[in-house]
């Protein structure tokens, strides 16, 4: 049995994930700085039989992202799969003319070191189970510089950038990259944004295999209103 590690786990898209995942047979490992909030998903996913453990990290100590990645899998077996989906702290997200240059040391670290840091800490693994998924899940800031957020379009598509290379690198070893862009808020009354919808489609790109970026749902055009 493989291990479908979460970074960034919590109460919505988190929790819908590592059930999707877990319902295909996957022992889960929930990373996050909150063990109040590991314990809550695990006692949830083990009402529905799925194993799930909690393991201490902050995406913004490299150390402890690795310590966390090598214990889940010699706890719960191989990691086969990386979901990299932390929510992006508030003052990420300034305006860019108030956007200085110590103002974007956190959101790269957070969005370029952290999941540099996790993919090194797994791939050895992947490698020698012969296959692997890793995704990455990024607002529409991502694709579509957004002025008010300058800390997040920046680090997002540095992000984009190391993961699509990613993807073309590691293609020939059977490890599968990908990226979800969710443009809109993830909510439970959202008929393309709720997290069921958000993890049914992580999963299917896990199993499908094909393509890197992907859409929750199409972004329009800002200067004229189509996608």
Same mark, same amino acid.
């Given at each position: 049995?493989? @291990?479908?590690?979460?970074?960034? *786990?919590?109460?919505?898209?988190?929790? *819908?994930?590592?059930?999707?995942?877990?319902?295909?047979?996957?022992?889960?490992?929930?990373? =996050?700085?909150?063990?109040?909030?590991?314990? =809550?998903?695990?006692?949830?996913?083990?009402?529905?039989?799925?194993?799930?453990?909690?393991?201490?990290?902050?995406?913004?100590?490299?150390?402890?992202?690795? @310590? *966390?990645?090598?214990?889940?899998?010699? @706890?719960?077996?191989?990691?086969?799969?990386?979901?990299? =989906?932390?929510?992006?702290?508030?003052?990420?997200?300034?305006?860019?003319?108030?956007?200085?240059?110590?103002?974007?040391?956190?959101?790269?670290?957070? =969005?370029?070191?952290?999941?540099?840091?996790?993919?090194?800490?797994?791939?050895?693994?992947?490698?020698?189970?012969?296959?692997?998924?890793?995704?990455?899940?990024?607002?529409?800031?991502?694709?579509?510089?957004?002025?008010?957020?300058?800390? @997040?379009?920046?680090?997002?598509? *540095?992000?984009?950038?190391?993961?699509?290379?990613?993807?073309?690198?590691?293609?020939?070893?059977?490890?599968?990259?990908?990226?979800?862009?969710?443009?809109?808020?993830?909510?439970?009354?959202?008929?393309?944004?709720?997290?069921?919808?958000?993890?049914?489609?992580?999963?299917?790109?896990?199993?499908?295999?094909?393509?890197?970026?992907?859409?929750?749902?199409?972004?329009?055009?800002?200067?004229?209103?189509?996608?």
């Amino acid at each position: 049995m493989t @291990t479908f590690a979460l970074v960034g *786990a919590g109460p919505g898209l988190g929790l *819908a994930a590592a059930r999707r995942f877990g319902r295909a047979g996957h022992r889960v490992a929930l990373l =996050s700085r909150s063990t109040r909030h590991q314990d =809550s998903l695990v006692y949830e996913l083990a009402r529905e039989d799925i194993d799930a453990r909690g393991f201490t990290a902050d995406v913004l100590d490299p150390a402890s992202l690795t @310590t *966390a990645l090598h214990e889940a899998a010699d @706890t719960l077996g191989p990691v086969e799969i990386l979901q990299f =989906s932390p929510v992006p702290r508030g003052d990420f997200m300034k305006p860019v003319l108030d956007t200085t240059a110590a103002d974007l040391d956190d959101p790269l670290a957070f =969005s370029v070191k952290g999941p540099l840091t996790c993919v090194n800490a797994v791939l050895p693994g992947m490698r020698e189970l012969g296959r692997g998924s890793l995704l990455f899940v990024n607002g529409g800031s991502a694709v579509r510089p957004k002025a008010s957020v300058a800390g @997040t379009s920046i680090a997002f598509a *540095a992000e984009s950038a190391y993961a699509q290379m990613l993807h073309t690198a590691l293609a020939p070893e059977n490890i599968h990259v990908a990226q979800l862009i969710v443009s809109g808020a993830i909510s439970p009354e959202s008929a393309a944004s709720s997290p069921e919808k958000l993890a049914e489609l992580l999963y299917g790109l896990h199993t499908d295999r094909k393509g890197f970026r992907h859409y929750a749902e199409p972004m329009p055009d800002p200067q004229d209103g189509t996608p």
